[in-house]
Nanobody
């Protein structure tokens, strides 16, 4: 079973940047699309960004609320998906997770907490 481990979260001021990493325990990106999701306290988990499998060309799509601020990418050699987050807002505060897209195939990792606050 593939395991996903998220890292890179932390406390950042509004307008700041963070880069999240999602390391997979196996070589999966050639055949599956991946997504970054987030869950804020008291809210449902929602999709933030997705990237297609390498076989499909690795196209990206973003939720409207992060377009122009976040960038998803992958490094197949490192079995890692990244989420570069710029111009962070307090409403971006959440636990961020990665998993396959559009359906969840692997067990959820522990996530990484992002807190945007002054």
């Amino acid at each position: 079973q593939v395991q996903l481990v998220e890292s890179g979260g932390g406390l950042v001021q509004p307008g700041g940047s963070l880069r999240l990493s999602c390391a997979a325990s196996g070589s999966i990106f050639s055949r599956v699309a991946m997504g970054w999701y987030r869950q804020a306290p008291g809210k449902e988990r929602e999709l933030v960004a997705a990237i297609g499998s390498i076989r499909s060309g690795g196209s990206t799509n973003y939720a409207d609320f992060v377009k122009g601020r976040f960038t998803i990418s992958m490094d197949n050699a490192k079995n890692t998906v990244y989420l570069q987050m710029d111009s962070l807002k307090p409403e971006d505060t959440a636990v961020y997770y990665c998993n396959t897209y559009p359906t969840y195939v692997f067990p959820w990792g522990q996530g990484t907490l992002v807190t945007v606050s002054s």
